[in-house]
């Protein structure tokens, strides 16, 4: 597999390093805790808010940094946890008066550290809280977790508590928007590849020409079961007959619909598959009154998607309609 990597031990820090540079205005990079942070930070009028997880899943987390969204992220490895020393090193410093809160994907190397990271910190005197998400309708249980995977709709919850922060909302408050926003989000996504991570050089998994790997996690763990590909129309109805029943997102709702990219598919079929998923929706008499297409939470290189829906009120719309100023843009 063909990738740009000098050293593969090196690739996040070179990673890290490209995306400072980029942004030297706003953003700055701590090398000793694979940290990036607000260059403002910490703001003593705001709650700071924190993502870690693994690398490879960019933007997710490193490029949300910025006004609105998160004010720090500390990325492990790729596919890799942060160490615990990392976490807690990055609530020291972001933290600020009105405390810290940190966000975690639902996979127990991630849980474990940020755990452990709080209990030193709040012996340490800060005042910080823990947020899991757990999106992920394919599984209960998978290879790295127990329960239910966090995936592309962390941004959501990201938004949402992001933004409150930013008009003053104190720890409790947005400790209660983010268990609200993640209690209404639900995901599942379909791989038609496997993904090559820098340090491996060859595929986590293997799959054929013709087939997809039905509720993949992004981390490459298996799904609910390998199937036959089939058409873009069917693959849609895989993923809406997953996620819609449980909440159950139900005729007269309003919605976020969200189609993530996984790394390596075309913009033109998120697209495609956005038009069928908006009109199948539709045609249950759910209106979708947010709309997101684009690469979010990716698997390094996989080829494939995944779709979210978010049951809308006027609370988060509010919050998913406030302004940020994040890396991750294209003009």
């Not at 089939?230 to 809406?240: G, K, R, T, Y």
């Amino acid at each position: 597999m063909k990738k740009f990597v000098n050293d593969p031990k090196n690739f996040v820090p070179e990673m890290l390093k490209g995306i400072a540079l980029a942004n030297p205005d706003t953003l700055k990079y701590v090398p000793e805790y694979n940290l990036i942070m607000r260059a403002d930070a910490p703001s003593h009028d705001k709650v700071s808010i924190v993502q870690g997880s693994g690398s490879g899943h960019e933007p997710a987390h490193v490029m949300v940094v910025g006004k609105g969204m998160l004010d720090a992220a500390c990325p492990g490895d790729v596919f890799a946890a942060p160490p615990m020393e990392y976490v807690l090193e990055t609530a020291k410093l972001v933290a600020s008066d009105k405390g810290v809160l940190l966000l975690v994907n639902n996979y127990t190397g991630d849980k474990m550290a940020f755990e452990m990271a709080s209990e030193l910190a709040e012996a340490e005197g800060l005042d910080v809280r823990t947020l899991f998400i757990n999106d992920d309708v394919a599984v209960q249980d998978s290879t790295w977790t127990v329960g239910r995977r966090g995936v592309a709709g962390n941004f959501f919850v990201m938004k949402a508590v992001g933004a409150a922060s930013e008009q003053g909302a104190d720890l409790d408050e947005l400790v209660r928007i983010g268990e609200k926003v993640n209690s209404v989000t639900r995901t599942m996504g379909i791989a038609l590849t496997p993904c090559t991570p820098p340090a491996k050089g060859s595929p986590l998994f293997q799959l054929g020409d013709d087939e997809m790997e039905v509720g993949v996690g992004i981390h490459g763990e298996p799904g609910r079961r390998r199937a036959k590909l089939v058409s873009a129309d069917e693959i849609v109805d895989e993923l809406l007959g997953a996620v819609v029943p449980d909440l159950p997102y139900a005729s007269g709702d309003d919605v976020a619909l969200m189609i993530n990219g996984l790394g390596g598919t075309p913009i033109s079929e998120l697209y495609l598959l956005y038009g069928i998923a908006h009109e199948k929706l539709a045609a249950q008499g759910v209106t979708v009154g947010r709309s997101y297409v684009g690469e979010y939470c990716t698997s390094l290189d996989m080829a494939g998607a995944s779709l979210t829906l978010v049951q809308l009120d006027d609370e988060i719309r509010a919050l998913l309609e406030a302004p940020a100023e994040i890396a991750y843009r294209v003009f």
